[in-house]
């Protein structure tokens, strides 16, 4: 059974450190790397992902899946620029420099690629360390997590539930699907789109009624056992910060005012290689 | 006030804020410190809405009128609330799957300190010790999943338990339990009063199974009312359980069957204790030799033939392991065993959920594993344990005619023969009824009759009367006997003995992917071997034949059978 949180468990440093401590590591390297385009940061940080992912001891055969399915993502999101926008990079950096010229408005220019590389190097440097935290993260830590950066109790515990009943949820999924494809229900390519999507309701509703059953189980069992009483709770899993921990936070944060830094001295978002 | 009292009734009555009539009248209770009180009745008797209000439910979670007075532990239970109740009552409910909060055993028993904001260091000291106290400190980091359904139940009383709570509830402990695991649990929840000294209410309807260890009271109810409050062995003299729906201890039937006079004396609550003259054994020695034996029914021919089925799950788990089963024309047999025995996976097999590596599957002469699902579905029907889980249209019309609708079928073919579907199952009245309006019994039925009205020549139920009491469970099972007289072959996949003993007269036993045995019912509950190693449980019967000196234990079980079929068929 697949799970969403793919925690994998190896010893190494990134693992020791805790989730919270991880948590807001990962925001402040997104923040980095997402508020500008000085594509020798993002050049840095992506070779820094790559770095703390041989430290995490995580292979990539292991995570061989999301990669795969984010970088298809950031192919189709470079396209759908290019398609929309072919002048975006001309409109940025202030010149044209044509390379290539195809039809009608597309022309390849190289501000457009120098764009589309910021853009690729922006997906490099943060999908490893989203990865990171999703393989490194034991799931009983993530609610403390979440609750710790701020986040309040009830919602981070709504996360925790969601991750303790999916794998419960999807062996009932493929029990109603198995009886109801025993009822004739057609679910393979025989079927028709329409026919398909008509079919899934077949498996919906009974998945959802026998949902509402448990969920009327569990918030009578956490009621009864105190969920809600106070403003605040403490958490089994959670684990006091320790140096690491202070470390890769002050780095991160680090990582961040040097992006903010960059985009001061520059007087924009964008490096630009064209003046 | 009596300082020993830990819950007071006091011409309580409750009423739902949803509901026309009160579901609870003039309750007058009291439950001491250190007793363990059974609170016993049929589905819709008001035992869970009692329970409700102890633990504060009532009126946190359902609202309604409360007249009367209610204290637990010497102070207003509606003044407490919820949250206040939680320090002094722990609940331990029915589905201990459900109730199973944390992503692993430690956070689940913490759930209730972390509440409270205990510190995180203190928390893992209270979580091991009362971890400890349950037997489940080996498992503290395993997940819901990994752990079997006894020692979810024991992780659901550690997490009441690290309240020191003064009153242990416990919500129909035994509904998802095997036979042993069911039979540990009574005994735990002794050890566990003994060591705590706390007070212990169970409510359950399978008298017999908690009566296995003593109770100081039984309590029993009948439409909102206490109907008897007293000692178990004046309870079963008393003649009282049929009129209140409560199936009685089969040895006591027996007894009476026998022409036993019982009197509380006898101690006939407790069965290791109980004291029969050498005149009474006689009598039931001799009510047995007189009893002429049970015909066998003829052989039929041969329906469904498996082979050297042997399947392995992609994570390794060899989960069937050369199976070999016959199953005649016109039969009605009990697959029993533990969870995770094998029972599910040959039933998927079966049906062409599961695909096995090896072996073979005919049907009526027919090689099952070139059929698809829903070509084996023509043939075989099967019905899944919560009905839920395959009703999945607003009208009972469509619901029964959806299998027909898949497939094709003309709709003035459809109509008839859904009516016909409808007719056997007893809701033909109810044809134009939306499926929300139905009982939990009658959804069950139309599940039946949706799987019917495709024409199986066998039908497979998945613990077809999970959960319920003595009066449903009858319904459904009658009603399943009286498909099964029609012709249709009829394979039940089960926990309950009693069912095994009463409908089945033979019974398949899975263990660990393998059959070990495949023979009477009553011979499988009369054989220790059989039982220890399955997680069944030995019936009283077999107890009430040896301590009556007869030596064919099993002959005794199908004799009573017979006998109460007699009288309980008039």
């Given at each position: 059974?697949?799970?969403?949180?793919?925690?994998?468990?190896?010893?190494?440093?990134?693992?020791?450190?805790?989730?919270?401590?991880?948590?807001?590591?990962?925001?402040?390297?997104?923040?980095?790397?997402?508020?500008?385009?000085?594509?020798?940061?993002?050049?840095?940080?992506?070779?820094?992902?790559?770095?703390?992912?041989?430290?995490?001891?995580?292979?990539?055969?292991?995570?061989?899946?999301?990669?795969?399915?984010?970088?298809?993502?950031?192919?189709?999101?470079?396209?759908?620029?290019?398609?929309?926008?072919?002048?975006?990079?001309?409109?940025?950096?202030?010149?044209?420099?044509?390379?290539?010229?195809?039809?009608?408005?597309?022309?390849?220019?190289?501000?457009?690629?120098?764009?589309?590389?910021?853009?690729?190097?922006?997906?490099?440097?943060?999908?490893?360390?989203?990865?990171?935290?999703?393989?490194?993260?034991?799931?009983?830590?993530?609610?403390?997590?979440?609750?710790?950066?701020?986040?309040?109790?009830?919602?981070?515990?709504?996360?925790?539930?969601?991750?303790?009943?999916?794998?419960?949820?999807?062996?009932?999924?493929?029990?109603?699907?198995?009886?109801?494809?025993?009822?004739?229900?057609?679910?393979?390519?025989?079927?028709?789109?329409?026919?398909?999507?008509?079919?899934?309701?077949?498996?919906?509703?009974?998945?959802?009624?026998?949902?509402?059953?448990?969920?009327?189980?569990?918030?009578?069992?956490?009621?009864?056992?105190?969920?809600?009483?106070?403003?605040?709770?403490?958490?089994?899993?959670?684990?006091?910060?320790?140096?690491?921990?202070?470390?890769?936070?002050?780095?991160?944060?680090?990582?961040?005012?040097?992006?903010?830094?960059?985009?001061?001295?520059?007087?924009?978002?964008?490096?630009?290689?064209?003046? | 006030?009596?300082?020993d009292i830990v819950i007071s009734f006091?011409?309580?009555?409750?009423?739902?804020?949803?509901?026309?009539?009160?579901?609870?009248?003039?309750i007058n209770l009291t439950v001491r410190k250190g007793e363990k009180v059974l609170i016993a009745g049929?589905?819709?008797?008001?035992k869970?809405?009692l329970?409700?209000?102890?633990?504060?439910?009532?009126?946190?979670?359902?609202?309604?009128?409360?007249?009367?007075?209610?204290?637990?532990?010497?102070?207003?239970?509606?003044?407490?609330?919820?949250?206040?109740?939680?320090?002094?009552?722990?609940?331990?409910?029915?589905?201990?799957?459900?109730?199973?909060?944390?992503?692993?055993?430690?956070?689940?028993?913490?759930?209730?300190?972390?509440?409270?904001?205990?510190?995180?260091?203190?928390?893992?000291?209270?979580?091991?010790?009362?971890?400890?106290?349950?037997?489940?400190?080996?498992?503290?980091?395993?997940?819901?999943?990994?752990?079997?359904?006894?020692?979810?139940?024991?992780?659901?009383?550690?997490?009441?338990?690290?309240?020191?709570?003064?009153v242990?509830l416990?919500?129909?402990?035994?509904?998802?339990?095997?036979?042993?695991?069911?039979?540990?649990?009574?005994?735990?929840?002794e050890?566990?009063q003994?060591?705590?000294?706390?007070a212990v209410v169970i409510i359950e309807?399978?008298l017999?199974?908690v009566l296995?260890r003593k109770v100081d009271r039984v309590v029993v109810m009948?439409?909102?009312?206490i109907v008897y409050d007293g000692s178990p062995d004046e309870l079963l003299?008393a003649?009282l359980?049929?009129?209140?729906?409560?199936?009685?201890?089969?040895?006591?039937?027996?007894?009476?069957?026998?022409?036993?006079?019982?009197?509380p004396?006898?101690?006939?609550a407790f069965?290791?204790?109980?004291?029969?003259?050498?005149?009474?054994?006689?009598?039931?020695?001799?009510?047995?030799?007189?009893?002429?034996?049970?015909?066998?029914?003829?052989?039929?021919?041969?329906?469904?033939?498996?082979?050297?089925?042997?399947?392995?799950?992609?994570?390794?788990?060899?989960?069937?392991?050369?199976?070999?089963?016959?199953?005649?024309?016109?039969?009605?047999?009990?697959?029993?065993?533990?969870?995770?025995?094998?029972?599910?996976?040959?039933?998927?097999?079966?049906?062409?959920?599961?695909?096995?590596?090896?072996?073979?599957?005919?049907?009526?002469?027919?090689?099952?594993?070139?059929?698809?699902?829903?070509?084996?579905?023509?043939?075989?029907?099967?019905?899944?344990?919560?009905?839920?889980?395959?009703?999945?249209?607003?009208?009972?019309?469509?619901?029964?005619?959806?299998?027909?609708?898949?497939?094709?079928?003309?709709?003035?073919?459809?109509?008839?023969?859904?009516?016909?579907?409808?007719?056997?199952?007893?809701?033909?009245?109810?044809?134009?009824?939306?499926?929300?309006?139905?009982?939990?019994?009658?959804?069950?039925?139309?599940?039946?009759?949706?799987?019917?009205?495709?024409?199986?020549?066998?039908?497979?139920?998945?613990?077809?009367?999970?959960?319920?009491?003595?009066?449903?469970?009858?319904?459904?099972?009658?009603?399943?006997?009286?498909?099964?007289?029609?012709?249709?072959?009829?394979?039940?996949?089960?926990?309950?003995?009693?069912?095994?003993?009463?409908?089945?007269?033979?019974?398949?036993?899975?263990?660990?992917?393998?059959?070990?045995?495949?023979?009477?019912?009553?011979?499988?509950?009369?054989?220790?071997?059989?039982?220890?190693?399955?997680?069944?449980?030995?019936?009283?019967?077999?107890?009430?034949?040896?301590?009556?000196?007869?030596?064919?234990?099993?002959?005794?079980?199908?004799?009573?059978?017979?006998?109460?079929?007699?009288?309980?068929?008039?």
């Amino acid at each position: 059974m697949t799970n969403l949180f793919n925690y994998i468990e190896r010893s190494s440093p990134i693992h020791r450190m805790t989730g919270a401590a991880k948590l807001a590591c990962l925001l402040l390297w997104s923040f980095a790397a997402m508020s500008g385009f000085h594509t020798l940061l993002l050049a840095a940080l992506t070779v820094a992902a790559v770095v703390l992912f041989r430290i995490s001891r995580i292979r990539v055969k292991d995570i061989s899946f999301m990669l795969g399915f984010t970088f298809t993502f950031m192919i189709v999101n470079n396209l759908l620029i290019y398609l929309i926008s072919p002048e975006h990079g001309v409109s940025i950096y202030g010149s044209r420099t044509v390379l290539l010229e195809l039809f009608g408005p597309y022309v390849i220019t190289a501000e457009q690629l120098f764009y589309h590389l910021n853009v690729a190097l922006k997906y490099t440097c943060t999908i490893p360390i989203v990865l990171l935290f999703i393989c490194t993260t034991d799931p009983s830590e993530f609610a403390a997590s979440l609750n710790r950066i701020g986040v309040s109790y009830r919602i981070s515990y709504a996360v925790a539930l969601a991750l303790r009943y999916i794998p419960d949820v999807q062996r009932a999924y493929t029990e109603i699907a198995n009886a109801q494809q025993a009822r004739g229900v057609e679910m393979s390519k025989k079927a028709s789109l329409i026919e398909r999507l008509k079919n899934v309701s077949a498996i919906l509703i009974p998945l959802i009624l026998s949902s509402m059953e448990r969920i009327d189980t569990i918030s009578n069992a956490m009621e009864l056992r105190g969920f809600g009483k106070n403003k605040k709770r403490s958490w089994y899993s959670a684990r006091p910060f320790g140096a690491w921990d202070w470390i890769s936070m002050a780095v991160c944060g680090a990582l961040v005012v040097l992006s903010l830094v960059l985009t001061a001295l520059n007087g924009s978002r964008f490096f630009n290689p064209f003046v | 006030m009596d300082k020993d009292i830990v819950i007071s009734f006091d011409k309580f009555g409750f009423q739902y804020t949803a509901q026309a009539e009160p579901t609870l009248y003039d309750i007058n209770l009291t439950v001491r410190k250190g007793e363990k009180v059974l609170i016993a009745g049929p589905s819709g008797c008001g035992k869970s809405t009692l329970a409700h209000c102890i633990n504060g439910l009532i009126p946190a979670a359902y609202p309604g009128r409360i007249i009367g007075s209610l204290t637990v532990g010497g102070r207003d239970a509606v003044e407490q609330g919820l949250f206040g109740l939680s320090k002094t009552v722990g609940t331990v409910l029915q589905d201990s799957d459900g109730q199973f909060i944390g992503l692993t055993v430690a956070e689940d028993i913490a759930f209730a300190l972390e509440n409270d904001g205990v510190d995180t260091a203190e928390m893992h000291e209270q979580v091991k010790k009362a971890a400890a106290l349950v037997g489940v400190e080996k498992v503290l980091s395993h997940a819901p999943h990994e752990i079997s359904g006894g020692q979810k139940q024991r992780v659901g009383l550690a997490g009441v338990m690290v309240n020191s709570v003064d009153v242990l509830l416990f919500d129909e402990p035994l509904a998802n339990l095997d036979p042993a695991t069911g039979k540990q649990t009574i005994q735990f929840i002794e050890e566990i009063q003994q060591r705590t000294g706390c007070a212990v209410v169970i409510i359950e309807h399978r008298l017999e199974d908690v009566l296995w260890r003593k109770v100081d009271r039984v309590v029993v109810m009948g439409e909102g009312r206490i109907v008897y409050d007293g000692s178990p062995d004046e309870l079963l003299c008393a003649g009282l359980l049929q009129s209140a729906g409560i199936r009685e201890p089969l040895y006591v039937t027996a007894l009476k069957y026998a022409g036993v006079q019982l009197t509380p004396e006898m101690h006939p609550a407790f069965l290791p204790e109980l004291q029969l003259s050498d005149a009474q054994k006689q009598q039931v020695r001799e009510w047995f030799e007189s009893r002429p034996a049970p015909a066998e029914k003829a052989q039929t021919p041969v329906l469904l033939q498996t082979q050297g089925v042997d399947f392995t799950y992609d994570k390794g788990h060899h989960a069937l392991k050369g199976i070999d089963v016959t199953v005649r024309r016109g039969e009605m047999l009990s697959i029993v065993g533990t969870n995770g025995a094998g029972k599910s996976t040959f039933s998927k097999a079966v049906c062409g959920f599961v695909r096995p590596q090896g072996g073979s599957m005919m049907l009526d002469g027919e090689d099952l594993s070139s059929l698809s699902i829903k070509e084996r579905a023509d043939r075989i029907g099967y019905v899944m344990q919560n009905p839920n889980q395959m009703l999945c249209k607003p009208m009972i019309f469509d619901e029964v005619a959806f299998g027909l609708r898949n497939r094709g079928i003309p709709e003035e073919e459809v109509r008839p023969r859904v009516e016909e579907a409808l007719r056997i199952c007893g809701l033909y009245p109810f044809r134009n009824w939306p499926v929300s309006a139905l009982s939990y019994g009658q959804k069950k039925r139309v599940t039946i009759a949706s799987i019917l009205v495709l024409r199986p020549q066998l039908i497979l139920l998945d613990e077809p009367t999970a959960g319920q009491d003595l009066a449903h469970y009858t319904e459904i099972m009658e009603f399943l006997r009286s498909l099964n007289e029609q012709g249709v072959t009829v394979v039940l996949i089960t926990h309950d003995m009693h069912l095994m003993l009463e409908y089945t007269p033979r019974a398949v036993v899975f263990h660990d992917g393998r059959i070990i045995a495949d023979c009477s019912a009553a011979e499988v509950l009369n054989s220790p071997e059989i039982v220890a190693a399955a997680n069944l449980k030995e019936t009283s019967l077999y107890h009430l034949s040896m301590l009556c000196g007869i030596d064919k234990p099993e002959a005794f079980t199908r004799c009573f059978i017979a006998r109460d079929q007699e009288v309980r068929g008039k």
